[in-house]
């Protein structure tokens, strides 16, 4: 498998579907392209047909993934009061929280992990974080908590477990692994804006009453753009997140623009809405156009034949990383160090 299958991109974008497909093929191109909420969502709409074996394989995985949002979710309040507690707010973005606003039921966003971003005036407590949702990790007896600060910001973010027993439990077994930011952009080299971020974050209501810190419409889309560089344009669940976001949400374009111009993202911000929209047959507000050696590196790095293409498209993700904290304009020194290096 590779490129989604026809009816999963007008899925994507919100379209409507009818009809019947290769019901194996359908459903193994919507577990490749973590698309199989949104397929089960039309199945039980009655839109799209599937054969009773197919139906079945995907309504377990459906539930599956219910399951895991659901764990997933207990750990982004664990995490959240455990860190109030401290005296510390947290930022989640991605994920649970992308699914609730964006998504019409529980499961038809995919998830695995839980990211979350410490607000900039409390990164020299980082340590503390870590030990309150980890409190045996390796780390905290390896490092000091200036070193363990570090190298959470040389690699822009840790992958802690949460130790918590949460109740929900998938049948895997998985525990839940938190991504903590000190950065949010996370594309190489030390973002610009990391106040600026802060203030565009807003509470936000799940399900059971309690309360968590979001990022605005317009910082979030920002995100999942950008990400979409990292992530080689792999996947097509990256692709209906943002045209979810854009259907649901007014976006202030004026401050967009002025967030990526003082970032200096423009080339692989715009190049990548241009490239979900022109997929998904979607439109938006025009964008301030792009050009120059950058967008040309852009476009050979991530050309329409290596995006969508599920799994296979993961291949050679780290060599096309190393490049986006090159397209940083007015950044040359510090992108030029980050690609010797080799982070992003």
């Known amino acids: 498998m590779a490129h ?3 009816l999963l991109l007008a899925l994507a974008a919100g379209h409507a579907v009818t009809g019947e497909r290769d019901s ?18 039309a199945v039980e709409r009655g839109e ?28 982004l309040v664990e995490a959240v009061r455990r860190a109030r507690g401290l005296g510390i707010e947290l930022v989640t973005f991605k994920g649970v929280t992308a699914a ?8 038809e966003r995919p998830t695995s992990d839980l990211d979350l971003l410490v607000a900039p005036h409390d990164r020299a407590r980082y340590a503390e974080i870590v030990r309150a949702l980890n409190p045996t990790n390796d780390l905290l007896r390896d490092l000091t908590p200036e070193e363990l600060l570090d190298w959470a910001v040389r690699d822009q973010a840790m992958n802690v477990r949460l130790e918590a027993d949460l109740g929900a439990q998938t049948w895997s077994g998985q525990p839940v ?24 974050t807003h509470l936000f209501e799940l399900d059971g009453g309690e309360t968590v810190r979001v990022l605005d419409a317009e910082v ?19 692709y209906a997140d943002v045209a979810r976001l854009l259907r649901r949400e007014p976006i202030d374009w004026q401050y967009v623009h002025q967030f990526v111009a003082r970032e200096g993202l423009d080339v692989p911000v715009y190049a990548s809405l241009d490239a979900v929209t022109q997929s998904l047959g979607i439109t938006v507000p025009a964008h301030p156009p792009i ?12 050309s329409p034949r290596v995006r969508l293409q599920g799994l296979e498209g993961r291949k050679g993700i780290r060599r096309r990383r190393r490049w986006l904290p090159v397209m940083a304009r007015g950044r040359a020194i510090e992108g030029m160090s980050a690609w010797i290096r080799g982070t992003s």
């Open 48 to 75: 799209v047909v599937l054969s009773p074996d197919e139906r079945q394989r995907l309504s377990v995985v459906d539930m599956a993934n219910r399951l895991r949002e659901q764990q997933i979710e207990r750990a």
């Open 24 to 41: 194996r093929g359908l459903v193994d191109s919507a577990v490749e392209h973590r698309m199989t909420g949104l397929l089960w969502s």
């Open 177 to 200: 692994t938190i991504d903590l930011h000190v950065d949010l952009l996370k594309y190489g080299i030390p973002g610009r804006q990391a106040e600026e971020i802060w203030a565009h």
């Open 291 to 302: 050009g120059g050696w950058r967008a040309l590196l852009w476009k050979r790095l991530w």
């Open 100 to 107: 609730r606003r964006w998504y019409d039921r529980p499961g």
């Open 4 to 6: 989604p299958d026809p």
């Open 220 to 238: 979030a889309l920002v995100h999942l753009l950008l990400h979409m560089n990292r992530d080689r344009f792999a996947y097509l669940i990256a």
